[in-house]
């Protein structure tokens, strides 16, 4: 598995520029054209190659840094959010929730549940931006060069949404915690306190009866996440930034990322928000199912909170994005710039430039 791994990375039109081998003799110097080789198998300056499972791992590094950092960041409006969503009676709107949860619990109740929001948006981080990038190498090897550069946003919808899978496994447990937590008051304080009080009251069910729900709102959220930033990026090369990717220093570079991550930041947060609320709900109610919850809230119910969720999660992706491109920059890990058409599409399709 590993070998056919590396080997499509190889292959990936993701990976760093080609070079040809170049032939010396005393009468000429050409290029051979039957020699094409990586330029290295471990660029200058790169801490890895693209591809290898060492790339794959630094990456995952930066997805933990990424998720974990950040979502622990806005915990005190994620609070807010969940607790509008729940009972919107009680919690009005954000400044009122805001009010009202100092109000009773004191400025540490703004707090609650920063353990598991770190433990698990670490451990998702870790399976959504590292399998990401595999996923994207071996779907992209699959296609081949042409028809992954025709068919890139479906590829980086599939991939997206192949890595999301595997990483909502890792969070459930963490989420269900935390939004019994901050949505059930007197149940619990802390992580360790919560997480054997469930598993008493109702067993291993109680950490994974959200699954599915939490599989409706991550999977589109990721895909919308990693699809539109990666054409954002592409078109912010294209038409807003005055000059090449290349000619950009990496400053300019993770400015475009955080650019780029807000705008996809917002379109995440409309198509995942019911779902989001669905998951609060059932984690809230014991014994309830997602149709009854969904049947309970109605159409517009299942939209409680959004103005709070774009601002929390447009902020949250661009940070994302940024402290995730960070990473590699500080890791030196390879940064490949958005995809090239390939020289044999150009050539099929008569573009000149």
């Excluded at 070998?3 to 005393?26: D, G, H, V, Y």
């Excluded at 622990?72 to 929730?97: E, I, M, S």
């Excluded at 496994?169 to 989420?175: H, K, Q, R, S, V």
Aim: charged letters at 20%; glycine letters at 8%; hydrophobic letters at 45%.
């Amino acid at each position: 598995m590993f070998s056919s791994l590396l080997e499509a990375a190889r292959n990936s039109p993701f990976k760093a520029p080609i070079a040809k081998c170049e032939e010396s003799s005393s009468e000429s110097k050409h290029l051979v054209p039957t020699r094409n080789i990586q330029a290295a198998a471990v660029n200058p300056g790169e801490a890895c190659e693209f591809g290898s499972l060492h790339y794959f791992a630094l990456c995952g590094v930066g997805g933990i840094l990424s998720c974990g950092t950040t979502h622990t960041f806005v915990v005190p409006l994620d609070l807010v959010k969940c607790r509008l969503q729940v009972d919107p009676a009680k919690y009005k709107n954000l400044f009122n929730g805001f009010k009202v949860t100092v109000a009773e619990e004191g400025a540490r109740g703004l707090a609650k549940r920063w353990a598991p929001t770190a433990y698990g948006y670490s451990a998702q981080g870790l399976f959504k931006f590292g399998l990401y990038e595999v996923f994207k190498v071996y779907y992209a090897d699959l296609l081949g060069e042409e028809n992954a550069y025709l068919w890139r946003t479906g590829l980086f919808l599939a991939a997206s949404a192949s890595a999301e899978f595997f990483a909502d496994i890792a969070l459930a447990p963490f989420e269900a915690a935390k939004v019994k937590i901050q949505t059930t008051p007197g149940f619990a304080n802390t992580m360790r306190e919560a997480m054997p009080k469930m598993y008493g009251e109702e067993g291993i069910t109680a950490f994974y009866k959200g699954l599915v729900p939490l599989w409706m709102r991550q999977i589109p959220y990721t895909m919308m996440k990693f699809a539109c930033f990666e054409r954002t990026v592409e078109l912010l090369y294209k038409h807003v930034v005055p000059k090449p990717r290349s000619d950009c220093t990496k400053a300019e570079q993770l400015v475009v990322t955080f650019a780029a991550g807000y705008i996809a930041g917002v379109f995440c947060a409309v198509v995942s928000h019911p779902a989001d609320v669905v998951v609060s709900k059932l984690n809230q109610a014991k014994g309830s199912s997602a149709v009854d919850i969904i049947k309970k809230l109605g159409f517009m119910g299942m939209w409680n909170g959004l103005g709070p969720r774009i601002i929390m999660i447009g902020t949250l992706t661009a940070l994302q994005w940024f402290i995730y491109d960070g990473v590699k920059v500080a890791l030196s890990i390879p940064r490949p710039p958005p995809m090239q058409i390939p020289e044999s599409l150009k050539a099929k399709l008569g573009v000149t430039e």
